[in-house]
């Protein structure tokens, strides 16, 4: 059980803690309902302990700071909207949700049991995407319900793949590797017909990183040298595969290309960020600030007028759309966090303890970064299961 928690209440708290992050791709109703009742349960426990998991420390800090930085951006905003309050609210969620994980130092089984949820959870899901898209014929691509959008939708399902793919090398005997690894290539699969380049890249490369540092900590399984040779070989060539279908669908839909398209939406985005570089334009604002009135008027190369993608709500990049949204502040907040997530990872694969839950962090924080450079993550539904996969880690840190 938790250290900080009673036993009862710790039960409680897992238990609701699994029904979000069951119905968290499926049910937008239910999802709400499981993290209030999660957070309640978690408060409750708190009070009547008189113990919230110890002193303040400086993760905690910048947690905090994350979503306060971006309701003071909000204030000085001209702009306002219901897309800023729910991106404030997000972020708010995201980090609250960390931080009571963080402060309740789960069991490995514990751990398990919730990434068992999640798993469970993303296959409903993804079942039902699959059934409306090849059977129903309904949307370009298969999507998850409450996630929406195909990208996020992939980024999801990369992170379910890939922390069965680091339990399958890191977790050893506590985890049946038949199990994980047939799941990993699994949800591989599910992730080929979204045609989301970013996320097959990053599946690509962050699997190498999990099979030579299962290699480099001398995982239990990497001593069968055939099983070693079959993983390696099952990462690369999946990961061309998949990178060759999404290529060839991608690029008759899109002739221009598609870091062509990319750097055409950063130029852009980068031409407003000037204007409020220290706070930004408040999170949620970056339809209503790049916008071709705006660009035309801080452009200073009106000979060559920059495409408009009016339609975006986001610059398709994870810095640039906080450099536009919650400005160079929010930014080196973020990129603190980060870099205090990977100290807590690189010390702990260092040290050779808690190496599964060092790799699934490893996974978390990768699949932001890596795919960060395409498409904005760390928001919503996998913004939650993000933060959700690096809590644990930061727990050992304490």
């Not at 130092?105 to 068992?116: A, D, G, H, N």
């Not at 798993?119 to 079942?127: C, D, E």
């Not at 080929?192 to 996320?199: D, E, G, L």
């Not at 190498?208 to 069968?224: D, E, M």
Request: some cysteine.
């Amino acid at each position: 059980m938790g250290k900080y928690t009673a036993p009862t209440a710790s039960r409680l708290e897992l238990s609701m803690l699994c029904l979000l992050f069951l119905f968290l791709p499926y049910s937008e109703f239910l999802k709400h309902l499981f993290f209030l009742l999660y957070t309640l349960f978690w408060l409750t426990t708190r009070f009547r302990l008189s113990n919230f998991g110890g002193r303040i420390d400086h993760i905690d800090v910048l947690m905090i700071s994350i979503p306060v930085l971006g309701l003071i951006s909000t204030m000085f905003s001209e702009f306002s909207s219901l897309k800023m309050l729910d991106r404030n609210f997000d972020m708010f969620r995201i980090m609250l949700l960390g931080l009571m994980v963080r402060r309740t130092l789960w069991s490995k089984r514990e751990i398990y049991t919730l990434l068992t949820a999640v798993t469970v959870g993303a296959l409903i899901a993804l079942l039902h995407g699959w059934f409306i898209y090849f059977y129903r014929g309904v949307g370009a691509y298969p999507i998850l319900k409450s996630v929406g959008h195909v990208n996020h939708s992939a980024i999801y399902i990369l992170l379910v793949g890939l922390w069965l793919l680091s339990a399958f090398l890191l977790a050893g005997k506590r985890i049946p590797l038949l199990l994980t690894g047939t799941f990993s290539l699994l949800f591989f699969c599910a992730l080929i017909p979204t045609v989301s380049r970013a996320a097959v890249a990053a599946y690509l490369i962050i699997g190498i990183l999990l099979f030579v540092l299962a290699i480099a900590v001398k995982a239990p399984w990497a001593k069968t040298k055939s099983l070693s040779l079959g993983t390696i070989c099952a990462i690369v060539l999946l990961g061309a595969a998949g990178a060759l279908v999404s290529e060839q669908r991608s690029h008759s839909m899109n002739p221009a290309g598609f870091f062509e398209d990319r750097v055409s939406i950063w130029r852009t985005a980068l031409v407003v960020v000037p204007d409020k570089p220290f706070l930004g334009a408040g999170p949620g604002s970056y339809k209503s600030v790049v916008t071709e009135g705006n660009v035309a008027r801080l452009s200073q190369d009106v000979s060559k007028p920059l495409p408009v993608y009016s339609y975006l709500d986001h610059g398709h990049n994870l810095a640039i759309t906080w450099l536009v949204e919650r400005g160079a502040m929010g930014l080196i907040l973020l990129i603190g966090f980060f870099i205090l997530v990977s100290k807590a990872i690189f010390s702990s694969l260092i040290q050779r303890t808690n190496l599964d839950e060092a790799g699934i962090a490893l996974v978390s924080l990768s699949v932001v970064v890596l795919v960060g450079v395409a498409n904005t993550t760390f928001h919503h539904e996998h913004g939650l299961l993000s933060i959700l996969m690096v809590a644990p880690m930061l727990a050992r840190s304490r």
